[in-house]
């Protein structure tokens, strides 16, 4: 893991979506929309449907859109999404 980046790891119940190091992590938690960074404080929280962007190291952002609930945790730089569904044709969108 470079400085300045996190390990992000994003799975569902069929298969891994995402394993790698991220600089940032935007995803629709329960309570509003969450950004997370390197060194974010230890949480653990319930997601919703919607828009989860993330930015892996020198690469283009990704966009996939969450279709049911899921789970986020944060700890010492490793972060895990566990999913629900996921629209597999919205995966990856990269922005330009």
Not at 6 to 19: Q, R
Not at 85 to 95: C, E, M, Q, R
């Amino acid at each position: 893991m470079n400085k300045g980046s996190f390990h992000l790891s994003i799975l569902s119940a069929e298969k891994i979506l995402f394993d790698g190091d991220v600089k940032y992590l935007y995803v629709p938690a329960a309570e509003g929309y969450m950004g997370i960074l390197p060194d974010h404080a230890s949480l653990i929280s319930s997601l919703t449907p919607g828009k989860v962007e993330l930015r892996p190291l020198a690469e283009p952002p990704v966009i996939f859109f969450l279709k049911g609930n899921g789970l986020l945790e944060v700890h010492r730089n490793i972060v895990s999404l566990l999913v629900d569904t996921i629209d597999s044709s919205s995966y990856p969108v990269a922005l330009p």
